[in-house]
């Protein structure tokens, strides 16, 4: 692209206006791997999830093809939602006493995550070149 400022011309070569989605080398990859639902046949606590398997997770199935469902139960135990990702990391989510409302929020959730933990930043701030004399504040002088 040629720009004219003034009496001076400059070839100037510009970036692609759209990024590309992706994060592998030709495609996007989901990061994660597999999601697993754990429920109870009979208890209580897993009505909710009971109520979201029955009725929505073959649509979830079929718009997130990359990613393996397993449904499993677990006799006498709070329903859970377990979610592993391709770095190795797993999350597990409880479900207890959630209406499938709630329970599509924590799936969207988990789905739209990296996987990689939350790390905790020790000061509020980063420089590069960190001063000997401590930060600056306005009650340093008073």
Known sequence: MTV????????VKMASS??????GISRYIRPLKRLTFNYCGKGGSSKGTRDYLNSH??????NHPEVAFYVRPRKYR???LVAEYLNGNSQ????????PSEI???VHL???SSGIKTQKLKKPWHTDNP??????????HK
Do not use: E, Y
């Not at 004219?4 to 070839?11: F, L, P, Q």
């Not at 597990?92 to 209406?99: E, F, G, P, T």
């Open 78 to 80: 709070h329903p859970r």
């Open 104 to 106: 599509q929020w924590h």
């Open 131 to 140: 001063s000997i004399q401590g930060t600056w504040s306005p009650f340093l």
């Open 92 to 99: 597990i989510v409880s479900l207890k006493n959630m209406d």
């Open 57 to 62: 997770v073959i649509q979830l199935a079929k």
């Open 18 to 23: 759209i990024a590309p989605m992706c994060n």
């Open 4 to 11: 004219t400022c003034g009496h001076v011309t400059k070839r």
């Open 110 to 112: 988990v789905c739209s």
